[in-house]
């Protein structure tokens, strides 16, 4: 069965500082890999996908299929990064999606 | 374009009774997800529809729980009868059906409370 695993259920960084949300997954084919953000009041939408190989607002992931991870990284955090961060598998494309447990990452000023 | 619509946002009912839940999916996705949001945890699907039809509801709890996506658009979720565990937010989301995308576009939930 597939598993997402997210260690930290909290992560509290000062702005500025290096972030790192750890994702470990569980599955014994080739995932699509994804990270789902919902900040204070909006919905959950994707942040980015492994498939893209993009940055998106200075985030990037790198899956390492030999430590089954897929760990969310930003060099300098900034306050507007408070949110949930969910870590998300999906078997194929037209599977369902298996989240994490999701972790609560705030900036302090 | 206009994003998933789900009502009410907000049910407050009893042990035993009974609830339904109403989503609109974005206009053209033929896919349709209802997740269960228990606090502290991360999503978990309960059904996915195609069109109308049931592609995986392996996770739904079918003693109390039936969703019906009739006419391939909006889709009802419906507990009966409630018990205290089924407190959760209840997402609902919508995919394309085409190619390897399938990015899936969330509303903004139902929070239900079962006392």
């Known amino acids: 069965a597939q598993r997402v695993t997210q260690p930290e259920k909290l992560l509290s960084v000062f702005k500025g500082a290096p972030v790192e949300l750890k994702c470990n997954y569980s599955?014994?084919?080739?995932?699509?890999l994804f990270w789902y953000v919902q900040y204070s009041r909006q919905r959950l939408q994707l942040l980015l996908r492994h498939i893209s190989r993009e940055s998106i607002k200075g985030f990037t992931a790198d899956l390492n299929k030999g430590e089954t991870s897929f760990h969310l990284k930003k060099p300098f955090a900034q306050e507007e990064d408070s949110a949930m961060y969910y870590c998300a598998l999906r078997p194929g494309p037209a599977q369902k999606l298996v989240f994490g447990q999701g972790t609560r990452l705030t900036i302090n000023p | 374009e206009a994003g998933v619509a789900q009502s009410p946002r907000y049910k407050i009912i009893e042990k035993r009774q009974s609830v339904a839940f109403w989503c609109n999916p974005i206009?053209?996705?033929?896919?349709l997800y209802w997740y269960q949001q228990i606090l502290g945890q991360g999503p978990k699907l309960l059904i996915q529809f195609q069109n109308n039809g049931v592609v995986d509801d392996s996770q739904l709890p079918k003693d109390r729980f039936s969703a019906e996506r009739l006419k391939g658009v909006d889709s009802t979720l419906k507990i009966q009868p409630a018990k205290l565990e089924d407190s959760a937010v209840y997402l609902c989301a919508s995919s394309l059906d085409i190619g390897r995308d399938r990015q899936q576009f969330f509303g903004p939930g139902t929070r239900l409370t079962v006392l």
């Open positions: 206009s053209g996705h033929a896919t």
């Open positions: 599955y014994s084919g080739s995932p699509e």
